[in-house]
């Protein structure tokens, strides 16, 4: 499985920025997905997951309310909304896709990873 993500950029505090993960190469519709980001000099960290259909998903507690992550299963698709965002939400955020269809909040739930993409948010 290929992952690539896209839609990083700067924004200021408050702003609205959307990724996109497209996927290649497995069978995408059955497969749990999930977004982490890593700051610089922090640990990659759980952000976002949700299950081969769309209808079970998770957050960090850090980004719930603000962030939202849907699936489009005909574009191979994963998306993260992000809303009202805050200068400590600067990372860059990989795409991960999962060998099952569940959802899960660490690392290791996942086999195949995104080349991240940058997102940076001015105060």
């Known amino acids: 499985v290929q992952l690539q993500a896209s839609g990083g950029g700067l924004v200021q505090a408050g702003g609205s920025l959307r990724l996109s993960c497209a996927a290649s190469?497995?069978?995408?519709?059955?497969?749990?997905m999930g977004w982490f980001r890593q700051a610089p000099g922090k640990e990659r960290e759980f952000v976002a997951a949700?299950?081969?259909?769309?209808?079970?998903?998770y957050y960090a507690d850090s980004v719930r309310g603000r962030f939202t992550i849907s699936r489009d299963n005909a574009k191979n698709t994963v998306y993260l909304q992000m809303n009202s965002l805050k200068p400590e939400d600067t990372a860059v955020y990989y795409c991960a896709a999962s060998r099952y269809s569940g959802t899960s909040t660490h690392t290791a739930g996942y086999d195949y990873w995104g080349q991240g993409t940058l997102v940076t948010v001015s105060s």
């Open positions: 190469g497995g069978t995408f519709s059955s497969t749990g």
């Open positions: 949700i299950n081969w259909s769309g209808g079970s998903t």
